[in-house]
């Protein structure tokens, strides 16, 4: 049916064409990202760390304004440090659950709950919160904490000395704290008002309680 072409069956020189043809599509298709796949992961990424927009070297806070370092700034490599020494340590589990500690701490406080607060803090940080507690039972008053809503957290900073490690963590919250006296009544503004605190966080990694403690506080 078909004739020759210089030697070569014209039907075996169409085919060749059509194989070149499909090779040439396949090569602007392969490399194409569709559906669902899953993206890579960006440069700087790395597991355990839920990254924001990065700027200079450090991650914006995402969305839940929890914010953990870019592990390529100092202070990631800081907090990589701990990582290597403790496998166990996630930062931004860390974040979780050093918000549930400054609620149950501030609130704890409030109540004039020592045993949760001794728990919690390290024996230095406990006098210095105990003996505010008995001069405030002492004047005969009391101290109602109502925390509205934290609206950020983030590691400020992060040093390891030996198996010793702390972790600062900058609290953005707004709280209504009003001392009352012994009838209840309200001794000042009862008004929402946004705090900023500076909290360091220790623990011995290589100790067998693994609960970090408030070992600092003061305000940002």
Do not use: C
């Not at 701490?105 to 105990?130: C, M, P, S, W, Y």
């Amino acid at each position: 049916m078909f004739q020759g072409l210089g030697g070569f069956p014209v039907a075996l020189v169409i085919f060749a064409g059509i194989a070149l043809f499909l090779v040439l599509r396949l090569r602007s298709v392969l490399g194409k990202r569709v559906g669902f796949e899953k993206p890579p992961v960006p440069p700087g990424q790395t597991a355990g760390y839920k990254n924001g927009p990065i700027i200079e070297g450090r991650a914006l806070p995402p969305e839940n304004a929890r914010s953990v370092p870019d592990p390529r700034s100092p202070l990631g490599e800081r907090l990589m440090q701990i990582v290597n020494h403790d496998a166990q340590f996630d930062p931004p589990k860390f974040l979780d659950q050093a918000e549930t500690a400054f609620r149950m701490i501030v609130t704890a406080f409030a109540a004039g709950d020592r045993a949760t607060l001794k728990n919690l803090l390290t024996n230095n940080v406990f006098q210095t919160f105990e003996s505010a507690i008995a001069a405030r039972e002492a004047a005969n008053q009391r101290q109602r904490t109502d925390i509205k809503a934290i609206l950020s957290a983030t590691i400020e900073d992060a040093q390891l000395a030996g198996d010793e490690a702390a972790v600062v963590v900058r609290f953005t919250s707004d709280q209504v704290n009003v001392a009352l006296d012994a009838t209840g009544t309200p001794l000042g503004s009862e008004a929402v008002a946004e705090l900023t605190d500076l909290w360091t966080f220790t623990r011995n990694l290589k100790g067998r309680e693994p609960t970090w403690r408030l070992g600092a506080a003061r305000n940002g």
